[in-house]
């Protein structure tokens, strides 16, 4: 996805400095903030500490669990502490 060969991982008309995770990291954390989900769920998910950083201060939570199929290995989830308090009753 991100070289200049091109298979069917490839972005297709994508500019190369909107796949970079200091611009779509970004770009992710201001739609998550914008949407104020109570759940997040993130595939895949190897940027969790940079995603951290900006969904913390607004009151989120992550945990995150192995996923021995997944070339990355980590399934990702955030929850707003409202929800997560409403799981522990």
């Not at 779509?24 to 969790?48: A, H, T």
Request: net charge negative.
């Amino acid at each position: 996805a991100y070289t200049d060969t091109i298979n069917e991982k490839t972005f297709i008309k994508v500019d190369k400095e909107c796949l970079q995770w200091t611009y779509r990291g970004i770009k992710i954390c201001e739609e998550i903030l914008r949407f104020e989900p109570d759940i997040i769920g993130i595939e895949e998910c190897d940027q969790l500490e940079h995603i951290m950083r900006y969904l913390k201060p607004k009151g989120y939570e992550s945990f995150y669990q192995i996923k021995s199929t997944s070339p990355i290995g980590k399934i990702a989830k955030a929850l707003s502490e409202e929800y997560e308090e409403e799981i522990k009753m």
